[in-house]
């Protein structure tokens, strides 16, 4: 089975600190993402990779960056923590198009707390 | 740009039964994907189906079972002889075929199973 690994389950970081939430998938993907999920808001789209060293924003940018140095790694950066960015974070991967299993494999999330 | 809209945030049902979730979605596009993902409550969010737009039959899998409606832009999730472990947020989502794979999501909708 394809694992998608986030790095950490729940974190709490103070209000300016700079977060690296961690994603490693384990089976060679190309495309890489990251989504927030909120009460009532559904997943909205940070970013996304095609590649190595290829990054996309996505529906939510600001605020955040990423870095993908290695295929099976992406990290998403929160370069000054703020309260509004309290939230649930999910890491996906997807299979290739036309495989039997096409779609996202996600990540078990990352719950952040911004205090 | 795509949307996809969960008209139902909350629905409950009794064990064994059936039940319905909604999913409205509007696109340009003639080529897409469209899935139904399940988030059981602190758990990773899993492909509970999916459908290519090109096909006229529609995807079942196990007691899961959607209803498409092409011209309507409607995808129903049908869960026969509900099961407990079937509570979840459940999240209707939509894909560009051939694009960037990136994932629309609706809200999502709250089932509960009652024993």
């Known amino acids: 089975d394809v694992k998608v690994t986030q790095s950490s389950r729940y974190l709490v970081k103070r209000t300016g600190e700079k977060v690296f939430l961690e994603c490693v998938q384990d089976m060679d993907h190309e495309n890489m993402f990251w989504y927030r999920q909120d009460p009532g808001l559904g997943l909205r789209l940070i970013y996304f990779?095609?590649?190595?060293?290829?990054?996309e924003k996505g529906d939510i940018p600001e605020g955040y960056s990423v870095s993908r140095e290695k295929k099976e790694r992406f990290s998403l950066i929160l370069e000054s923590a703020s309260t509004n960015q309290t939230s649930m974070y999910l890491c996906a991967s997807t299979t290739p198009e036309g495989a039997p299993s096409y779609g996202y494999t996600f990540g078990s999330g990352t719950r952040l707390t911004v205090v | 740009a795509q949307t996809v809209t969960q008209s139902q945030p909350e629905m409950s049902v009794q064990e064994a039964e059936t039940v319905t979730l909604s999913c409205t979605y509007d696109?340009?596009?003639?080529?897409?994907?469209l899935f139904w993902y399940k988030q059981p409550p602190s758990r990773q969010m899993i492909l509970v189906i999916r459908q290519e737009a090109y096909k006229q039959q529609n995807a079942t899998e196990n007691r899961f079972s959607v209803n498409f409606q092409k011209a309507a832009k409607s995808f129903s999730l049908k869960i026969s002889d509900s099961q407990l472990g079937d509570t979840a947020m459940y999240f209707c989502?939509?894909?560009?075929?051939?694009?960037?794979?990136?994932?629309?999501f609706g809200k999502g909708t709250k089932l509960t199973v009652n024993p």
């Open positions: 989502a939509f894909m560009t075929q051939g694009g960037s794979e990136k994932l629309v």
């Open positions: 990779s095609y590649d190595v060293k290829m990054k």
């Open positions: 696109t340009s596009e003639s080529n897409y994907y």
